[in-house]
């Protein structure tokens, strides 16, 4: 069993800054990409930022220049950090990984974590 725990969100003023952080556990051998979705209120799923398992990231162009994705691979464990929030970054913010497992590889989203930027 495979699961994926999502910490970190709270509330911020704008301009503030939050660190997410998403941690895998469960009988994994190895992570591949994992990926931060935001999803505002009344709004669909989108992607924020992601991880190969090289380190190649990718981002949205909304949180170029003030999101980081980094992971640690020891610890099993990928951070997002904010900065510079903004109103519209307020959404529950989802983690998603593909995890190889003795017998095969899955991809996994975790609950969600809430971010609400806000004065």
């Known amino acids: 069993q495979v699961q994926l725990v999502e910490s970190g969100g709270g509330l911020v003023q704008p301009g503030g800054s939050l660190r997410l952080s998403c941690a895998a556990s469960g009988r994994i051998v190895s992570i591949g990409t994992v990926a931060w979705y935001r999803q505002a209120p009344g709004k669909e799923r989108s992607l924020v930022a992601q991880?190969?398992?090289?380190?190649?990231?990718n981002y949205a162009d909304s949180v170029k220049g003030r999101f980081t994705i980094s992971r640690d691979n020891d610890k099993s464990t990928v951070y997002l950090q904010m900065n510079s929030l903004e109103s519209e970054d307020t959404g529950d913010y989802f983690c998603y990984a593909i995890i190889r497992t003795s017998n095969m590889i899955s991809a996994y989203w975790g609950q969600g974590t809430q971010v609400t930027v806000s004065s």
């Open positions: 991880i190969t398992s090289g380190g190649t990231t």
